[in-house]
């Protein structure tokens, strides 16, 4: 039987791939003969069964191996992967160690020089926030309001700041803010750029933690911060949908997205720090107005809170101006510029005042002018021109002991004793000037005492009544107690729960000095001393007003606001100042010796801290 021929395109083909040719060069008369040669004819076409048979004879050994392989490849990329995505959570934790004990050593070791590695950290902390790499404070800790902290109105969600000279010229605003502190400060910010003073001018004192520093407000100008904020309040109308123009800025400077026109971000606040140049002169009064003014038309819109330096040490005659006369006009002239800014709300204005100016009469003075200018609060803390005693339990070397020789504002946890004091002077004495000075008319009604105990019926003098005697007040406590019925298991979580912070600030929350129980303020005291000697305050006081009164004539006058800075390392040391009577306590220095993390790590201590007195209160009561 004859087998057809294949058609002619195979043919080809295997005469192509069966036939051999000789190599290129080669005479065909020299090329050795194949072994074997075939020809088309002598194909065989193998079936498909004996194809399915050859593979099904083939061991699954290679399958087996394959699979294995693949399960191997499979766990190591999903063991990589989880690995990068924890690592990345642990890394962008403000909580992680690896911030105080990894990076802060490292920039040390790289970076001798305090400025360069400052310099560096904020570098790496704007590219890390450009790609979302930033550390952030993770949790909803601040959401609890445990630490909420009323100012002005705005119910801040902690009473942590950080202070200037941090991002001086407004590099890392919102990375600041990531990081947890509730107020944020830039500058100081000067009208015209300034190089500030030679370098070196920063030293760590490392046994110490503390700092030296003569900057001499270096800056870039206060053109150069109101283009990145003006920038920074465009991108974020842009993110609304509101575009990128000036209506949609304006927009967001009238308050129409909800937040503050600063920070931009509810429960928070951004402050600006401006200051005069170097180079004028500070016994011309206009000229120094004309400076910080200046800087006020071009920042103030987009800042919550305008901070008026007096108090730099590194910038010569400029403390000279915390004397009442010139302090006076030019908290004057700021405020009313501060007034005219172009938007709904201006923004608040206070002075930051030297801790070195600290007797009574110095005191007393800047307090005066404080309330004659309208200003609405104070930054109580600088770096001090003095050396404090070193801590005895660390050893300062005699490279620190050089160091402290150098010309310049100290800052470190030495400061904190006198910062707490200078704090408790200046309250005192602001409260005090809230009422009239120099007032000859008798005839007018003088302002209440806005910290004073709620006066007992008892001690009205005028009373149609006959007295009440000792054995009525006894039966009549003994009654109530009898129909007093204990509160359940949910109103004592919940008074357990609340905020000690949202209670009025004008009260002292922390104040354990007496191991006394509390009186009821439901059961009067016969004891109580008058309003006008009683330094106590009531124990559940009436909630403040979130809308003062702008009319000094129909109510108090708004309680001046205190800033506090310096030496505030630890969560306790922080509710030691706002318990002296401060609002806000400021960081700095604690943030250079322990990183980005040193402000979620200081509320967590104040957390533990209040748990700490509330029991020693209820233990107390009990």
């Known amino acids: 039987m004859s087998c057809s021929r294949p058609p002619p395109l195979v043919r080809a083909s295997l005469k192509s791939l069966f036939i051999h040719r000789p190599r290129a060069g080669q005479h065909p008369s020299h090329s050795s003969p194949p072994k074997i040669r075939y020809n088309a004819h002598h194909i065989q076409l193998r079936s498909a069964s004996t194809t399915a048979a050859v593979v099904s004879s083939t061991p699954p050994v290679r399958d087996a191996r394959s699979l294995l392989t693949r399960l191997k490849n499979l766990l190591l990329g999903t063991s990589i992967g989880l690995t990068i995505i924890l690592g990345y959570y642990y890394v962008t934790d403000t909580r992680a160690s690896v911030h105080e004990w990894l990076v802060i050593p490292c920039l040390r070791y790289f970076y001798p020089d305090a400025e360069d590695a400052h310099e560096f950290g904020n570098r790496a902390l704007k590219a890390l926030y450009t790609f979302g790499l930033h550390p952030r404070e993770r949790g909803l800790d601040d959401a609890k309001g445990d630490l909420a902290m009323e100012v002005w109105g705005h119910l801040l969600q902690n009473p942590i700041g950080t202070s200037a000279g941090i991002d001086k010229h407004c590099d890392i605003p919102d990375a600041l803010l990531a990081a947890g502190p509730a107020v944020i400060e830039i500058g100081g910010v000067t009208p015209q750029p300034q190089e500030g003073n030679p370098k070196p001018r920063v030293w760590r004192i490392p046994s110490q933690k503390a700092l030296i520093n003569r900057y001499g407000l270096n800056s870039n100008g206060a053109d150069h911060v109101a283009m990145r904020l003006r920038q920074r309040v465009r991108e974020y109308a842009y993110h609304m949908g509101w ?53 006020v038309y071009a920042l103030a819109r987009y800042a919550d809170v305008v901070v008026v330096n007096v108090s730099s040490p590194n910038t010569p005659g400029l403390r000279g101006l915390q004397k009442v006369e010139p302090l006076t006009d030019i908290l004057t002239a700021v405020v009313a510029a501060a007034r005219k800014v172009k938007r709904k709300t201006p923004p608040k204005v206070m002075v930051k005042v030297s801790p070195d100016e600290d007797c009574d009469s110095d005191v007393k003075g800047i307090c005066d002018a404080v ?49 707490v004091a200078l704090v408790k002077r200046y309250r005192t004495m602001l409260d ?29 003098p005028a009373s149609t009544h006959p007295p009440i005697t000792d054995a009525e007040i006894d039966a009549s406590v003994a009654r109530d107690k009898e129909h007093i019925k204990p509160p359940t298991p949910e109103a004592q979580a919940e008074s357990t729960s609340q905020s000690i912070f949202r209670i009025p600030e004008r009260n002292n929350p922390f104040n354990l000095s007496s191991s ?48 506090a800075t310096g030496g505030i390392t630890t969560g306790a040391q922080a509710v030691e100042v706002l318990a002296a009577g401060a609002d806000v306590a400021q960081v700095y220095t604690a943030l250079v010796y322990g990183g980005i993390g040193t402000v979620s790590k200081i509320k967590e201590e104040m957390r533990g801290e209040l748990r700490k007195r509330q029991q020693k209160r209820v233990s107390g009561d009990g």
């Open 432 to 460: 005090e000037g809230a009422y009239p000075r120099n007032n000859d008319n008798n005839d007018s009604e003088p302002i209440p005492p806005p910290f004073t105990s709620i006066p007992s019926p008892l001690e009205t």
């Open 243 to 295: 575009g990128i123009d000036e209506e949609a800025e304006q927009r967001i400077l009238d308050g129409e997205a909800g937040v503050p026109p600063g920070s931009l971000q509810q429960g928070r606040l951004l402050a600006v720090q401006i200051a005069k140049n170097k180079w004028t002169v500070d016994t011309d009064i206009e000229m120094v107005k004309k400076d910080y003014v200046y800087c």
């Open 516 to 563: 006394s129980p509390s009186p009821d303020p439901s059961v009067p005291d016969a004891t109580a001393p008058s309003p006008s000697s009683s330094s106590k305050t009531p124990t559940h006081p009436p909630a403040p007003s979130n809308h003062p009164s702008s009319s000094p004539s129909s109510s108090a006058p708004d309680r001046k606001v205190i800033f």
């Open 371 to 419: 309330w004659d200018s309208g200003v609405d609060g104070v930054v109580v803390g600088n770096t001090t021109k003095k050396r404090p005693d070193p801590t005895p339990s660390a050893y300062l070397s005699t490279h620190e002991q050089r160091l402290l020789l150098e010309q310049g504002g100290y800052s470190g946890p030495q400061t904190f004793a006198h910062t």
